[in-house]
Each structure stands twice: as C-alpha cells, then as structure tokens.
C-alpha cells in the first residue's frame, strides 16, 4: 500500500501545479465548479488536495472548470 502513496502526491502535485499554472485560487476553484453545479467549499478542496484523496472524475473536472486542456504525467 505503501506504493499507491506515491501516486496520490503525485496527484495532488499535478493539480496544485495547474491550478497554480491557471492562475486559480481555492476560491476561485470553488466558484467556478459552484458554475457547474458543484458544491465544495475551499476549505474541502483544500483538505482533498493536501491529502491527496480525490477521484479521477473530480480530477478531470477540476482540469476542465480551470481550462487545462494537457497534463505532463512523469514519474520520472
């Protein structure tokens, strides 16, 4: 199990970096994913994103409410 840790910071690193590249705050995340129908606070995506425990689907949907149309996945 030790293992599947390294993927949920890699995750959790990914979608801090484009939220980051984006130029989008916790708040302004809330915001935007409220326009979709979705409600989270900041402080909750705050809390999902330092543990790092958060679905593929609210992934891809933060990817898409912040307008990130590739991702560089790396383990390298």
Known sequence: MAEFSIYKEQAKNILRA???RQGFSYKDLVNALGEKGVH???KNIANKLSRGTFTAAFLLMVLDVIGCKTV???NE
Do not use: F, P, Y
């Open 72 to 74: 560089r996945v790396s």
């Open 18 to 20: 484009e939220l980051k």
């Open 40 to 42: 989270e606070t900041d």
